[in-house]
T-cell receptor, first 115, second 115 residues
Framework: KAGVTQTPRYLIKTRGQQVTLSCSPI?????VSWYQQTPGQGLQFLFEYFSETQRNKGNFPGRFSGRQFSNSRSEMNVSTLELGDSALYLC??????????????FGAGSRLTVL | KQEVTQIPAALSVPEGENLVLNCSFT??????LQWFRQDPGKGLTSLLLIQSSQREQTSGRLNASLDKSSGRSTLYIAASQPGDSATYLCAVRQGSGGGADGLTFGKGTHLIIQP
């Protein structure tokens, strides 16, 4: 059974550019959530999607956006990149919506470096 | 705002010892608490999930307890092995309004098991 797949694994961008990250959840999982991990702030919740609808959103500026497709694959986009956006972006999927006993399975992450 | 604290930040012990990692959270209105491990350069692996109505969960050499009223959880690792070396993260999922929020993570405990 394939795990959560994130692409690309590594990428380098310059300030002002935009980036799109992709996440393919485990087959059958309908919930996808995104997290940002930095050495200073640790892991922070970005947003969660379930059945193509955004259910929750963390405290990030509007430059961070996402969407989920009918096959549950998800993308997140960051526009007008800043140096502080350099981070490991992690995607996680679960069978159902958030809450209860839904265990999250994380992907290996996409490491973004902004120069 | 929920805050999660993990103590100690780092721990180094010889192989074979039993050890306890601590996690505390400020708001007891949680749906569940999860423990993860993260190996260098990789995503997170879920270890144990404790629902708010439960007191503990066990998996192999791992035992996690939850005291919601005092805002504390512990992860007990028995007979530690070098392969247990990793960063251990505690995360709580809190409910609000119409649904559960994303996970709030602690900064983690970096564990080294000396052979």
């Amino acid at each position: 059974k394939a795990g959560v797949t994130q692409t690309p694994r590594y990428l380098i961008k310059t300030r002002g550019q935009q980036v799109t990250l992709s996440c393919s959840p485990i087959s059958g999982h309908r919930s996808v959530s995104w997290y940002q991990q930095t050495p200073g702030q640790g892991l922070q919740f970005l947003f969660e999607y379930f059945s193509e609808t955004q259910r929750n959103k963390g405290n990030f500026p509007g430059r961070f956006s996402g969407r989920q497709f009918s096959n549950s694959r998800s993308e997140m986009n960051v526009s007008t990149l800043e140096l502080g956006d350099s981070a490991l972006y992690l995607c996680a999927s679960s069978l159902g919506a958030s809450g209860g006993a839904n265990v999250l399975t994380f992907g290996a992450g996409s490491r973004l470096t902004v120069l | 705002k929920q805050e999660v604290t993990q103590i100690p930040a780092a721990l180094s012990v010889p192989e074979g010892e039993n050890l306890v990692l601590n996690c505390s959270f400020t708001d007891s209105a949680i749906y569940n608490l999860q423990w993860f491990r993260q190996d260098p350069g990789k995503g997170l692996t879920s270890l144990l999930l404790i629902q708010s109505s439960q007191r503990e969960q066990t998996s192999g050499r791992l035992n996690a307890s939850l005291d919601k009223s005092s805002g504390r959880s512990t992860l007990y690792i028995a007979a530690s092995q070098p392969g247990d070396s990793a960063t251990y993260l505690c995360a709580v999922r809190q409910g609000s309004g119409g649904g559960a929020d994303g996970l709030t993570f602690g900064k983690g405990t970096h564990l080294i098991i000396q052979p």
